[in-house]
């Protein structure tokens, strides 16, 4: 019998310590089967083990870094600006900084306020939009990923208008009952949920193009007509842009749908790689927070400048002020094309069924050719084709994520022979599964 790699030495004894030994639940391969390797260092688009295997990445530490790996303008500033101190406690320059860039790209904050990861910005918006509105009910979407927070952790199976059940135990009937779950892409069930609990609702929360659970686009209008029957019913419409601000242009989708959300919560990219997250909108709303307002929420590292001067470069670099003056939108853009076009070509040609769903530097592959309007398609496609498919892209050095509800991200470090090179493991696996 050989050795043991490394890897499984280690997750061995992470299991031990650490539940299912990994500190989120995705990391532990039980999408796909098998075991989590362990980095041992990344640049770039490459990824290598601590057994030596290197691999092309396409998670990106799941979004925030678009740069790739190790940028040399993050790993600089962090080094520089530690020298001076990691935390304070204390207001620092950058954190004023960082909210007048995000205020900048995403016009519809006038006001933010920065915390320390997605799930806390999804949770004090929430607590927010309750406290302003003096109303309890939150309408959320199935199959929408907003953080592990009580009263988001509900998706409730499939019905419409269905009361919220958990989807985690430990969270009490109580609070998901205050959470309605319709499902994503379909007007009819939104005016629904209005016209029966209208003057109920505080918030409707929504990622604006669910990211989540694979990569689901709105069909034309759906998003206008959530804007307008908020705006009707005195309800505040919250964009949960953690995953798509600052990845998918410089005002992520609302800047691409050309809509003004009351509320905006962030995340990934704006940290660059360090714990962050962020909520804003409109100053009469953000006002209500303490020390302003009633509504209490704090942090202790909150605005860190660490990760307050780590998103400023990594954003700086994004907006092309450091990356040879070019748009780095525009070059992700180039790159997701090119990607998109070789794999439509690729799929097409072996025959495979699927579906593609592609913005900017994000993708997904759905092995189905149903149309993907929402979460319930997305369960309906071949779940043990993908299993096959990531495990022999795994084993030819290609890292994707490892379920078939994640999306795909290409980051600026990676070039069309990444790509290229990416396709061509894809060609082989494809004619061996
Ligand atoms: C990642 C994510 C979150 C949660 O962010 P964490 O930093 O993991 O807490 C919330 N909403 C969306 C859309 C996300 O993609």
Redesign the pocket.
């Known amino acids: 019998m050989s050795e043991p790699n490394l890897s499984t030495k280690l997750f061995a004894a992470a299991k031990a310590v650490i539940p299912g030994g990994v500190n ?1 639940p995705v990391r532990a391969f039980r999408n796909v089967g098998g075991e989590p390797f362990f980095v041992r260092r990344a640049k770039g688009s490459r990824i290598e083990d601590v057994d030596g295997r290197t691999y092309i990445d396409y998670i990106g530490s ?2 925030p870094n678009i740069l790739g790996h190790a940028p040399v303008a993050i790993t600089n500033t962090i080094h520089e600006v530690a020298k001076s101190g990691v935390s304070f406690g204390i207001p620092n320059p950058f954190e004023v900084e960082m909210a007048r860039t995000i205020t900048e790209w995403v016009p519809s904050v006038e006001k933010v306020r920065m915390c320390n ?6 949770m004090s918006a929430i607590r927010l939009a309750r406290g302003f509105t003096k109303r309890d009910v939150i309408v959320k979407f199935e199959g ?5 927070s009580d009263s988001l952790l509900v998706a409730a199976g499939s019905g419409a208008l269905t009361h919220g059940e958990p989807d985690s135990a430990g969270v009490p009937r109580d609070f998901a009952k205050n959470t309605l779950v319709i499902p994503y892409n379909d007007p009819e069930a939104l005016d629904a949920v209005f016209a029966e609990n209208g003057e109920a609702v505080a918030a409707v929360i929504v ?1 604006s193009y ?3 659970a694979g990569f689901v686009l709105p069909r034309p209008g759906f998003l206008e007509h959530l804007a307008r029957v908020t705006r009707e019913n005195g309800v505040l419409l919250i964009f ?5 601000g600052f990845r998918l242009g410089r005002g992520g989708v609302q800047g691409i749908e050309n809509l003004a959300p009351d509320l905006s ?1 962030f ?2 990219v704006i940290g660059g790689g360090l ?3 962020a909520f804003g909108g409109r100053a009469d709303i953000m006002n209500m927070l303490a020390p302003d307002g009633p509504v209490y929420q704090a942090g202790t590292l909150s605005g860190n400048p660490l990760a307050m001067a780590a998103g400023l470069a990594q954003l700086r670099e994004l907006a092309g002020k450091g990356h040879g003056g070019h748009d780095g939108f525009a070059r992700l853009e180039q790159l997701g094309a090119h990607f998109e076009n070789g794999l439509r070509g690729l799929l097409s040609e072996k025959g495979v069924p699927h579906r593609l769903n592609r913005v900017g530097s994000m993708f997904c592959i759905f092995f189905t050719d149903r149309e993907i309007v929402n979460v319930s398609d997305v369960t309906k496609q071949d779940i043990d084709f993908f299993r096959r498919f990531f495990h022999g892209c795994l084993d030819k050095g290609v890292y994707l994520a490892p379920s078939p509800y994640e999306t795909g991200f290409l980051s600026l470090a990676h070039t069309e022979a990444d790509l290229d090179d990416t396709l061509g493991v894809f060609g082989e696996v494809l004619t061996e599964i």
Request: glycine share 18%; net charge negative.
């Open positions: 989120s799941w979004g990861s997605g799930t806390e910005a999804t929408c990923y907003h953080g592990h990622e669910p990211a989540n949960d842009e953690v995953m798509t919560c995340g990934k714990p962050v997250g």
